[in-house]
């Protein structure tokens, strides 16, 4: 339904949706290939100016999810949406440096009054604990290093770890000692290297080099991928200024949201829509899943023209607050008038 009005946007915009942005099926999980997404931008891009080329043709084919909210709030109406929620770049700006990454005290009040009304999960390529300090919220789930440790509010709880940790689920759990020996190898290859910094996401090692000195960035990514090559155990990707070495299991963001709508119940139902903000490539694994369904909303956030699935669009944090704001007041809107 959702698609077959944005075929009518488009062709009323005089555009049409090619091939790229049809609902794909899902493939297996392989490890990912490296690839490069280096918007440098700080404040999720806001400072990139309107008319960035191909971004007005970009936009027409994955239209603002502001633009198109009545017809989100018409199609979620008598079903049970579900949020689902990136952090770094949607809830909070892109900045150089990663422990600063906080998101503003209005943003924290729009999400937890979404959660009030939706099940809500953030899921991050931090770690769950260093997420969790970030949002202070209570009543949403915590997925961490990429949805490979996932924990449930005390309120939803279904499951217990082997030591009593509620909610628990940590399908590379095996690999932590591994994980952590990798970490200190890390350490010591990039030591020398000016402005790079390791950040221990528990099941996901970042290699930042947002502060690195452009003439430097190729020889820490040689030094990174000559570290990992031969570990048949984990795979390396590049997100925006940062590499990610993780367990080269079939586990990702997209698998994640399927195992949180499980444990809300929800994994056969067919009057759910998933809704899922995100702005990295990471994030593309989550848009596939709800693509596949051919229900729900797949949302890129960003300022620029970059490849995704993703059917429709916001373009910075500010516009991701906006639009929770306006999800959480329509939500509410509808419970008053039915009472």
Known sequence: MMMRRLTKFNHT?????????????VKPFSCPTNYNDNN??????????????????????????LNM??????????????????YD?????????????????????????VAKHFP?????????????????????????SHGLD????????????????EGAFQPAKLFLPEIQKMSKELEDTIREIQGARIEDNKFCIS????????????LLKEKVKYLVRDRSNFCLTEGKMVLEVRP??????????????????????????????????TDEDAFKVIASRREGFPIIVSSIPKDTIAWLSLRDPSEVLAFLLRLAKWKKSEIHFFK
């Open 207 to 218: 290699v930042h080099y947002r502060q690195v000195p452009s003439k430097d960035h190729e």
């Open 13 to 25: 915009m005089g555009f049409q949706i090619t091939h790229s942005n049809r609902p794909k099926k």
């Open 40 to 65: 440098d931008g700080t404040n999720g891009g806001s400072l990139i100016p309107d008319d960035v080329p191909g971004y007005a043709s970009w936009l027409a084919k994955h239209p603002s999810a």
């Open 150 to 165: 996932i924990m449930a509010p005390p309120r939803a709880v279904k499951a217990c770890d082997k030591k009593g940790n």
């Open 120 to 144: 809500t999960s953030i899921i991050s390529g931090r770690s769950r604990e260093k997420v969790k300090e970030f949002v202070q919220l209570s009543n949403v789930y915590y997925a961490g």
């Open 248 to 281: 080269a299991i079939e586990w990702n963001k997209g698998d994640a949201l399927n195992y949180l709508l499980d444990t809300l119940g929800f994994s056969n139902a067919k009057d759910v829509l998933p809704l899922y903000i995100g702005d990295d490539r």
């Open 69 to 86: 909210f009545d017809s989100i709030t018409k199609e979620a109406k008598g079903k049970k949406m579900v949020v689902f929620l990136d």
């Open 89 to 113: 770049g949607t809830l909070s700006p892109i900045v150089d440096d990663p422990d600063k990454a906080f998101m503003s005290a209005e943003m924290r009040k729009a999400v937890s009054e």
